[in-house]
């Protein structure tokens, strides 16, 4: 299978290779994630939510490549289908909550970061951020 591919390998012929291996897509688009080849992994975490539309790697792996490029409304949307996945994943909630407050989305970033804090009371770096937020937000104008 894989082993046969040479090393300098296109994701579409790791794609065309693996098939419907949702798993190895999933090992191969972590692995490039790692590598620091993102621009290789974008097409093979498409490639699985394709065959599998609510997959969690793929779709928090495609969230993170767009933070990372900068396409936050695009990395909105993958956290979005991420958190409707996964609702009791705090992770995910965070990041969504990150996201939205570098989009202007304070209302929402703060909600989400609530959110995350019911799943996981002990998350204390997220109530610290949401209690300076509102601090700043009730103090008068200087």
Known sequence: MLGDLPSDATPQEMISELG???????????????????????????????LEPNNETAL??????????????SAERFAKRLVAVTPSEPK??????TIR?????????????EKAIQLDPSLDDVRKWIQSR?????????
Request: net charge negative.
């Open 20 to 50: 419907v291996d949702v798993p190895a897509l999933a090992a191969i688009g972590s692995s490039l994630w790692l590598c620091d080849q993102r621009d290789m992994a974008r097409p093979i975490w498409l490639r699985i939510l394709e």
């Open 101 to 113: 407050w570098k989009m202007g989305k304070r209302a929402e970033a703060l909600a989400n970061a």
């Open 134 to 142: 509102n601090q700043k937000d009730s103090s008068p104008d200087p």
């Open 60 to 73: 928090s792996g495609l969230t993170l490549l767009d933070i990372a490029a900068n396409d936050l409304a």
């Open 92 to 97: 995910h909630w965070v990041q969504l909550s």
